[in-house]
């Protein structure tokens, strides 16, 4: 039903922010709710935040709701999250996620309450 492709990442000095796209194929992309996670070698796929099918109403992981903003434009089909102060903790590989076209759960955490993946897009922050 969709199709997801991120783009952005990229290398980034400590305290540098970075801003992440993702797009969705089709003409249905206002019917999912969206969710960013991202992975570390060695480390499980954490949950980083989710928005809306409006985009009105957003929700983010404690470790991240101080520096990062996800957003979406349901008219460019484009979900967006903005990375500000990063860290080396931050390194990893991020993902967007969609779906399924329900409506929109209140934390949506697990991996598993989403239905499409995007293949990644890799951020490294250095020193």
């Known amino acids: 039903q969709v199709q997801l492709v991120e783009s952005g990442g990229g290398l980034v000095q400590a305290g540098g922010s970075l801003r992440l796209s993702c797009v969705a194929s089709g003409r249905s992309f206002n019917t999912y709710y969206m969710g960013w996670f991202r992975q570390a070698p060695g480390k499980e796929r954490e949950f980083l935040a989710r928005i809306s099918t409006s985009g009105v109403g957003t929700f983010y992981a404690d470790s991240v709701k101080a520096r990062f903003t996800i957003s979406r434009d349901n008219v460019k089909n484009t979900l967006y999250l903005q990375m500000n102060r990063l860290t080396f903790e931050d390194t990893g590989l991020y993902y967007c996620?969609?779906?399924?076209?329900?409506?929109?759960?209140?934390?949506?955490?697990?991996?598993?309450?989403?239905?499409?993946w995007g293949k990644g897009t890799q951020v490294t922050v250095s020193s």
């Open positions: 996620a969609a779906g399924p076209a329900i409506a929109t759960p209140a934390r949506a955490m697990n991996a598993g309450e989403y239905s499409y």
